[in-house]
Protein backbone atom coordinates (compact mmCIF):
# COMPACT_ATOMS: atom_id res chain seq x y z
CA UNK A 1 0.00 0.00 0.00
CA UNK A 2 0.77 3.87 -1.19
CA UNK A 3 1.55 5.74 1.67
CA UNK A 4 3.96 7.93 4.71
CA UNK A 5 5.07 5.79 7.41
CA UNK A 6 6.31 7.56 10.77
CA UNK A 7 8.12 5.79 13.45
CA UNK A 8 7.84 4.87 16.12
CA UNK A 9 4.46 6.03 17.07
CA UNK A 10 5.58 6.97 20.85
CA UNK A 11 8.99 8.83 21.99
CA UNK A 12 10.26 9.45 25.22
CA UNK A 13 13.64 11.93 25.47
CA UNK A 14 15.66 12.78 28.16
CA UNK A 15 16.45 16.09 29.05
CA UNK A 16 19.25 17.60 26.94
CA UNK A 17 19.38 14.59 23.85
CA UNK A 18 18.79 14.43 20.65
CA UNK A 19 16.73 12.34 18.98
CA UNK A 20 15.45 11.56 14.94
CA UNK A 21 11.94 11.09 13.84
CA UNK A 22 11.81 9.11 11.01
CA UNK A 23 9.29 9.54 8.03
CA UNK A 24 9.54 7.57 4.81
CA UNK A 25 7.17 7.62 2.11
CA UNK A 26 6.89 5.32 -1.07
CA UNK A 27 4.08 7.76 -3.15
CA UNK A 28 6.56 9.59 -5.14
CA UNK A 29 6.34 12.91 -4.07
CA UNK A 30 8.54 15.45 -4.38
CA UNK A 31 7.94 17.76 -1.44
CA UNK A 32 7.73 16.56 1.88
CA UNK A 33 7.03 18.70 5.20
CA UNK A 34 7.33 18.42 9.02
CA UNK A 35 4.62 20.07 11.23
CA UNK A 36 4.56 20.07 15.46
CA UNK A 37 1.02 20.25 16.53
CA UNK A 38 0.31 21.38 20.19
CA UNK A 39 -2.85 21.09 22.13
CA UNK A 40 -5.43 24.02 21.18
CA UNK A 41 -3.00 25.13 18.46
CA UNK A 42 -2.83 24.89 14.35
CA UNK A 43 -0.17 22.68 13.30
CA UNK A 44 2.50 24.94 12.36
CA UNK A 45 5.72 24.03 9.90
CA UNK A 46 8.72 23.09 11.02
CA UNK A 47 10.61 22.45 7.79
CA UNK A 48 10.00 22.02 4.53
CA UNK A 49 11.86 20.00 1.38
CA UNK A 50 10.74 20.75 -2.48
CA UNK A 51 13.65 18.46 -3.46
CA UNK A 52 16.29 15.89 -2.66
CA UNK A 53 19.54 17.35 -1.06
CA UNK A 54 17.19 20.98 -0.57
CA UNK A 55 15.11 22.24 2.61
CA UNK A 56 13.93 25.16 4.09
CA UNK A 57 12.78 26.33 7.43
CA UNK A 58 9.44 26.85 8.14
CA UNK A 59 7.73 29.07 11.31
CA UNK A 60 9.24 27.31 14.19
CA UNK A 61 12.87 25.46 12.87
CA UNK A 62 14.99 27.02 15.81
CA UNK A 63 16.08 23.51 17.60
CA UNK A 64 15.45 21.00 14.90
CA UNK A 65 17.52 19.86 11.67
CA UNK A 66 16.59 17.60 9.01
CA UNK A 67 18.18 15.73 5.80
CA UNK A 68 17.14 14.93 2.45
CA UNK A 69 19.38 12.66 1.08
CA UNK A 70 17.23 10.63 -0.48
CA UNK A 71 13.49 11.09 -2.23
CA UNK A 72 11.66 8.57 -0.25
CA UNK A 73 12.96 9.82 3.87
CA UNK A 74 12.98 13.14 5.61
CA UNK A 75 14.23 12.57 9.28
CA UNK A 76 13.89 14.98 11.68
CA UNK A 77 16.26 16.03 14.63
CA UNK A 78 15.05 17.13 17.66
CA UNK A 79 18.17 18.79 19.31
CA UNK A 80 18.63 19.35 23.15
CA UNK A 81 18.32 23.11 22.23
CA UNK A 82 14.65 22.68 21.79
CA UNK A 83 13.23 23.74 24.97
CA UNK A 84 9.78 22.36 24.43
CA UNK A 85 9.56 19.31 22.47
CA UNK A 86 6.70 17.20 24.23
CA UNK A 87 4.25 17.22 21.13
CA UNK A 88 2.84 15.42 18.22
CA UNK A 89 4.43 15.33 15.20
CA UNK A 90 3.23 14.41 11.65
CA UNK A 91 5.07 14.31 8.53
CA UNK A 92 3.25 14.87 5.68
CA UNK A 93 3.95 14.56 1.38
CA UNK A 94 2.83 16.28 -2.01
CA UNK A 95 3.15 15.46 -5.73
CA UNK A 96 4.98 18.65 -5.81
CA UNK A 97 4.76 22.27 -3.87
CA UNK A 98 1.51 23.03 -3.61
CA UNK A 99 -0.70 19.59 -4.69
CA UNK A 100 -2.63 17.46 -2.00
CA UNK A 101 -0.78 16.63 1.09
CA UNK A 102 -1.09 13.61 2.62
CA UNK A 103 0.37 12.92 5.79
CA UNK A 104 1.43 9.96 8.18
CA UNK A 105 -0.15 8.88 11.28
CA UNK A 106 2.31 10.99 13.53
CA UNK A 107 4.92 10.53 16.23
CA UNK A 108 4.12 11.78 19.77
CA UNK A 109 7.02 12.93 21.66
CA UNK A 110 7.48 13.27 25.17
CA UNK A 111 10.37 14.44 27.47
CA UNK A 112 10.50 12.68 30.89
CA UNK B 1 -0.81 38.52 9.65
CA UNK B 2 -2.35 35.69 7.87
CA UNK B 3 -4.76 33.73 9.71
CA UNK B 4 -6.67 30.87 8.89
CA UNK B 5 -9.89 31.10 11.34
CA UNK B 6 -12.41 28.15 11.71
CA UNK B 7 -15.62 28.64 14.18
CA UNK B 8 -17.06 27.08 16.03
CA UNK B 9 -14.26 25.18 18.02
CA UNK B 10 -16.70 22.22 18.62
CA UNK B 11 -19.92 21.10 17.71
CA UNK B 12 -22.75 18.58 18.88
CA UNK B 13 -25.52 17.48 16.22
CA UNK B 14 -27.75 14.49 16.09
CA UNK B 15 -27.78 11.64 13.71
CA UNK B 16 -28.92 12.79 10.51
CA UNK B 17 -28.37 16.33 10.55
CA UNK B 18 -26.72 18.43 7.75
CA UNK B 19 -24.00 20.44 8.97
CA UNK B 20 -22.12 23.34 7.86
CA UNK B 21 -17.88 24.11 9.39
CA UNK B 22 -16.56 26.96 8.33
CA UNK B 23 -13.13 28.21 7.76
CA UNK B 24 -11.88 31.86 6.92
CA UNK B 25 -8.54 33.34 5.77
CA UNK B 26 -7.57 36.59 5.95
CA UNK B 27 -5.83 36.80 2.45
CA UNK B 28 -7.24 36.13 -0.63
CA UNK B 29 -4.12 35.55 -2.61
CA UNK B 30 -4.97 31.55 -2.06
CA UNK B 31 -3.84 28.59 -3.95
CA UNK B 32 -5.73 25.94 -3.24
CA UNK B 33 -7.48 25.00 0.17
CA UNK B 34 -7.32 21.75 1.67
CA UNK B 35 -9.78 19.95 4.06
CA UNK B 36 -8.66 17.36 6.68
CA UNK B 37 -9.85 14.97 9.35
CA UNK B 38 -8.10 13.93 12.42
CA UNK B 39 -9.22 11.47 14.72
CA UNK B 40 -7.89 11.51 18.12
CA UNK B 41 -4.03 10.68 18.57
CA UNK B 42 -3.74 10.15 14.75
CA UNK B 43 -2.80 11.90 11.78
CA UNK B 44 -4.70 13.74 8.81
CA UNK B 45 -6.62 12.30 6.27
CA UNK B 46 -7.18 14.34 2.91
CA UNK B 47 -11.00 15.04 2.36
CA UNK B 48 -10.95 17.48 -0.18
CA UNK B 49 -8.56 20.06 -2.17
CA UNK B 50 -10.15 22.61 -3.80
CA UNK B 51 -8.16 24.72 -6.20
CA UNK B 52 -8.45 28.70 -6.48
CA UNK B 53 -10.21 28.57 -10.03
CA UNK B 54 -12.66 26.34 -8.27
CA UNK B 55 -15.99 26.88 -6.71
CA UNK B 56 -16.53 23.51 -5.19
CA UNK B 57 -15.38 20.07 -4.51
CA UNK B 58 -17.57 17.05 -3.51
CA UNK B 59 -16.70 13.59 -2.39
CA UNK B 60 -19.71 11.61 -1.30
CA UNK B 61 -21.95 13.30 1.49
CA UNK B 62 -19.09 15.86 1.59
CA UNK B 63 -19.07 19.12 -0.21
CA UNK B 64 -16.51 21.81 -0.13
CA UNK B 65 -17.35 25.27 -0.96
CA UNK B 66 -14.22 28.28 -1.81
CA UNK B 67 -15.38 31.98 -2.28
CA UNK B 68 -11.59 33.85 -2.74
CA UNK B 69 -13.10 37.21 -2.37
CA UNK B 70 -14.62 36.65 0.78
CA UNK B 71 -12.23 34.87 2.50
CA UNK B 72 -14.33 32.03 2.89
CA UNK B 73 -14.52 28.21 2.46
CA UNK B 74 -17.06 26.01 4.25
CA UNK B 75 -17.11 22.10 4.29
CA UNK B 76 -20.82 20.85 4.45
CA UNK B 77 -21.95 17.49 5.59
CA UNK B 78 -25.07 15.94 4.40
CA UNK B 79 -26.77 13.28 6.69
CA UNK B 80 -24.20 13.48 9.49
CA UNK B 81 -23.57 9.81 10.97
CA UNK B 82 -21.81 8.93 14.90
CA UNK B 83 -18.96 7.64 12.69
CA UNK B 84 -18.08 11.19 11.37
CA UNK B 85 -17.38 12.39 14.45
CA UNK B 86 -13.69 13.82 14.60
CA UNK B 87 -11.82 17.21 14.18
CA UNK B 88 -12.18 18.96 11.04
CA UNK B 89 -8.88 20.87 9.89
CA UNK B 90 -9.20 23.41 6.50
CA UNK B 91 -5.52 24.58 5.70
CA UNK B 92 -4.73 27.11 2.58
CA UNK B 93 -1.63 27.47 0.28
CA UNK B 94 -0.54 30.99 -0.47
CA UNK B 95 -0.07 31.78 -4.45
CA UNK B 96 3.18 33.49 -3.67
CA UNK B 97 6.98 32.22 -3.82
CA UNK B 98 5.41 30.61 0.08
CA UNK B 99 3.58 28.20 -2.39
CA UNK B 100 4.75 25.09 -0.80
CA UNK B 101 3.75 26.28 2.97
CA UNK B 102 0.02 24.93 3.94
CA UNK B 103 -1.42 26.94 6.86
CA UNK B 104 -3.92 25.54 9.16
CA UNK B 105 -6.90 26.51 11.11
CA UNK B 106 -6.99 25.31 14.78
CA UNK B 107 -9.99 23.24 13.79
CA UNK B 108 -13.77 22.45 14.40
CA UNK B 109 -14.22 19.33 16.56
CA UNK B 110 -17.29 17.55 15.79
CA UNK B 111 -19.72 15.42 18.13
CA UNK B 112 -22.18 13.40 15.84
CA UNK B 113 -24.79 11.57 18.70
CA UNK B 114 -27.37 8.81 18.41
Not at chain 1, 95 to 108: D, K, L, M, P, V
Not at chain 2, 20 to 43: E, H, M
Not at chain 2, 55 to 70: F, I, M
Request: charged share 20%; with cysteine; net charge neutral.
Amino acid sequence: DGGITQSPKYLFRKEGQNVTLSCEQNLNHDAMYWYRQDPGQGLRLIYYSQIVNDFQKGDIAEGYSVSREKKESFPLTVTSAQKNPTAFYLCASSIGSSGEAFFGQGTRLTVV
Amino acid sequence: KQEVTQIPAALSVPEGENLVLNCSFTDSAIYNLQWFRQDPGKGLTSLLLIQSSQREQTSGRLNASLDKSSGRSTLYIAASQPGDSATYLCARRMDTGTASKLTFGTGTRLQVTL
